[in-house]
Every structure is written in C-alpha cells, then in structure tokens.
C-alpha cells in the first residue's frame, strides 16, 4: 500500500461487548507490564475495555495487583477449566512421548513441549467456552511482551462490527510444516465427509493441486467474533480434529487450525487485515509509515517490517481476488474413503501399529515402548517445495512460527 488515510475516530460512547483477552502465567508479569504500557497508550486508556486473564494455575495476589494499578479499565482473573488443559483419555503416551522426541531430536520448534501443546489445543477449542470469555461478543488477543507502535484512534471491534467483518489480522506466514503434517489432508476430508461448499477463500491457502500452502494468520494478534468459535459447526470441526490427535501426536498450533476453518467458512470480505495497527511478536514486525500513519506510528528505525519478507504470505493475501475463487472437494480436488489420511508408527520387529482417522488404534507389536520412525508409511503427501513456492513466488521455503 503506497499510502494510507486514518479511520475516523469512534465517539466514546459507541461501544461493543468486547475484552481483551490474555493467557498467561505469574512469571510474564514483567513482559505483560510492558505490553500493557504500550496497549493503554496506545488504545485502551481512551477506550477502556475490560482485560481477562486466564492461567494454568491461580494468578497470585502481586500479579492481580500490580496489573490492575497499571490499567485504566477493569480486569476479570480466572484459570482454565478442568480438562480443558490436559491430555485427553484417547491420547496414546507411548506414541505422543515418541513423537515429541523425535521433534525436538530434529530441532522444531516446541517440538517437545506438552504445556505448549496443552496452549494451541485450549486457543483452539475450549478459549471460547470459558466463562469468563462467552459472556462477551468480541475478543482482541493479546500476548505477553509483543510491541504496538501506532496510535489506535478508532475502535477496531466497533469497526468491524460495522462492516460485517468477524475475524482480523495483522501478520500472515508460513507455518512450520514439520508440526502439521495430517492438518490438511484430514481437514479437506472432513470437508468432503461433511459437503462444506462456497469455500471461496481456502484458495488463500492452498496451490492448484489443491494442498497447504503453509499460510496462515498469525493468531497472537486477533481480533474476531467469539460466535466465530462458538458455534456448533466449529465445535465440530473441533472435535473431529481433536480425536485425530495431532495436537499430541504432532503440533498443531492453534493459528492454522483458526486459518483454515476461517478459509472454510468466511469469504475474503469478512475477514480484515489491520495494515494501520503497528505490531510486533517475538522477530516479526508489521509496521507502515506511509500517508497518515506518518504522524501515529513510530516504527522502529533498525528494522524492516516483515510484510513482504521472504515466508510472509501477504503479498498473496493482498493479491487474492475479492470475490475468491470457487472451491469443491469433489473427485480430484478433496479425499475420498481411499484416501483418508493414516498415520502408520513401525516397531523394530515390523510389527504395525496404525492411527486411524478416528482416533482410534490398531495395535499389532507386543513392544510398544519401542518405536521406529515409520513416517514414511503415510497414506498422503506433502510437497512442500511446490506449495511454498505457489504461495509466495519464492523458491527457497522457511517455515516460521
């Protein structure tokens, strides 16, 4: 975008059913003071929006304290519900911990964390549900130490619901596609078991051979409808992928699990990129100062904005057409019973024991402490090369997280 002209401003007294939602722990005190700074001078301490923190455990009494000394609004305290943030009774331990070695002997990312784990499942099924939560209409995620850099002069969830927009963003990459292998082939047959039509967006992520392209929202920053998730198609999906298992048995996160069903079920003109909101998350910064935005940002100097970087899918977002592009999951484009997707673990002796789309096991070693990586024995294929270039018109792929 070569230039940029600010929102008007929202009148004080228009207001939406909305918090600032914000799943932490005691020990990110300092890094949340820090955010919190910056997201009241920047936005909240005009707007004042009530702050909802949840955690594992019990928040103590200097956290709860010293965050509300440092808002100009309110802040709700609660911990996650029971079951909500454990393994679930399906999961297999001796796959899973199998698993998780061998993704962290290979470098990935919280390859091996369960917590991390326990994080993307409950953002991806269960946020929504807490009490706490869905009692509001809109929610505006906010992380522990990421940066904002541009006043926010209008309110972002009055905006949307005036424009009939029910999921925003700031930031699209490539996610890592060592941690998701199963997410798409299950998903496109779950598409097709349940007939899902006018998908026109999913094209977003995906190459013309119909396979992940790795693109995704990045969901630490998110601004959406809580109805967007709690409603009984969602909670569907949910749950089918949830008794695949692949939250444990590989690490799905919960932003493609959001990107796809989004991709799914909203067209492109109800999902929205906040170009104007400087942002930043661990490496990656999105920040314009172009047009008006000269005189509201403050961009830092020593970086580049990551917008059209090498693993962006930005420039692929901003070149989508409008009106998308139309999506079946007939023959040749979803699966059908041949292809449903099986993941297949070999045991030392060849014994097999096999993950069935349902969750389910067939068990055939008398060994089961003993696995031998037998990826190789999947029912599909990723390419991962050819949907990376689809993706970005770049030929060197870098998944990132």
Not at 26 to 46: G, Q, S, V
Not at 58 to 74: H, M, N
Not at 78 to 88: D, F, N
């Amino acid at each position: 975008m070569s230039s940029y002209e600010k929102l008007p401003s929202t009148p004080l007294h228009q207001r939406a059913i909305a918090c600032i939602l914000i799943l932490c722990q005691n020990k990110d005190l300092r890094d949340m003071l820090r955010t919190i700074r910056m997201f009241e001078d920047r936005f909240n301490r005009r707007y004042k929006y009530p702050y909802v923190f949840i955690n594992d455990v019990p928040f103590s009494e200097e956290f709860q304290l010293r965050i509300r000394t440092a808002i100009t609004s309110t802040a709700e305290f609660g911990v996650v519900e029971p079951g909500t943030w454990e393994i679930p009774t399906w999961i297999n331990s001796t796959v899973m911990d199998f698993c998780r070695k061998k993704m962290e002997e290979d470098g990935i990312m919280y390859g091996g964390s369960v917590p991390y784990r326990h994080m993307c499942r409950w953002y991806s099924g269960w946020f929504h549900r807490h009490p706490l939560v869905s009692k509001y209409e809109w929610y505006w995620r906010l992380e522990p130490g990421v940066s904002y850099y541009c006043d926010i002069t209008y309110d972002p969830f009055v905006f949307m619901e005036n424009n009939d927009k029910v999921y925003g963003f700031t930031v699209a990459l490539l996610e890592i596609r060592e941690t998701i292998p199963s997410l798409w082939p299950l998903t496109r047959y779950y598409a097709y078991e349940r007939r899902i039509e006018n998908a026109t967006l999913l094209g977003f992520l995906a190459d013309e051979n119909g396979e992940y392209n790795g693109c995704h929202f990045w969901s630490n920053f998110e601004i959406a409808r809580v109805d967007l998730w709690a409603n009984p198609q969602y909670e569907d999906y949910f749950n089918y992928l949830d008794q695949w298992g692949g939250f444990y048995y590989e690490r799905w996160g919960d932003a493609p699990v959001h990107s796809i069903y989004v991709a799914l079920t909203q067209p492109k003109s109800r999902v929205h990129y906040f170009h104007d909101i400087g942002y930043k998350h661990d490496d990656f910064l999105h920040c314009a100062e172009e047009g008006e935005l000269e005189y509201i940002c403050q961009c830092p100097k020593e970086e580049d904005t990551f917008d059209f970087n090498v693993g962006s899918c930005l420039k692929r977002w901003l070149r989508y057409p409008a009106d998308g592009v139309n999506w079946t999951f007939d023959e040749g484009i979803g699966f059908d019973e041949r292809a449903r997707p099986i993941r297949t673990y070999r045991a030392p002796s060849g014994d097999v024991v096999r993950l069935n789309g349902d969750g389910s096991f067939v068990w055939e070693d008398e060994d089961p402490n003993a696995w031998v990586d037998g990826r190789e024995g999947v029912d599909w294929v990723w390419d991962w090369d050819v949907a990376y270039h689809e993706a970005t018109g770049e030929t060197e792929s870098k998944g990132s997280h």
